[in-house]
């Protein structure tokens, strides 16, 4: 019955920062525009696949929120944190070991790096990983689930 995820929505405080954000600075194809009621929209991805929604509302009505756009693998491990850098976002992961490098999630298991967008939301890049999933490992660095894959 359900195929998957086809949009999302955020509030914002300032519709004109976050689009500016979401298609200069991440490179999101708009694809609707309602000054009236203060909404756009972005294709992520492919046209028609899937959509992201933005709402200007009053600060006090704006909380952080989380999504994650799917991306290739080989961005991930070679490409996001340089991306996100050039573009003076924080890349952060949960390894708590000081460290800005993309993340394993062994359970299910996927590589990731999060960031945040204008208005504190925390946006992640991810890629699901070939592999068995492995929870007891929790989330570790990509060379570790390379080494826990060798035994």
């Not at 492919?46 to 693998?73: T, V």
């Not at 991930?76 to 394993?104: C, T, W």
Request: charged letters at 25%; glycine letters at 6%.
């Amino acid at each position: 019955m359900i195929q998957g995820l086809y949009e999302t929505h955020l509030f914002v405080e300032n519709l004109e920062t976050s689009i500016h954000f979401y298609e200069n600075v991440l490179g999101l194809t708009p694809c609707y525009f309602e000054e009236e009621r203060r909404i756009a929209f972005f294709w992520v991805g492919k046209p028609r696949e899937a959509m992201l929604g933005l709402w200007e509302k009053p600060k006090s009505q704006i909380y952080s929120q989380h999504f994650a756009f799917r991306c290739d693998e080989d961005f991930i491990l070679n490409k996001a944190v340089d991306f996100l850098n050039e573009r003076n976002l924080r890349p952060y992961n949960f390894l708590k070991d000081g460290s800005h490098q993309p993340m394993v999630f062994a359970w299910m298991p996927a590589i990731a790096i999060y960031f945040n967008d204008p208005d504190g939301h925390q946006l992640e890049f991810i890629s699901v990983l070939e592999g068995e999933p492995k929870p007891e490992l929790g989330v570790i660095t990509y060379d570790n689930w390379l080494n826990s894959n060798l035994h």
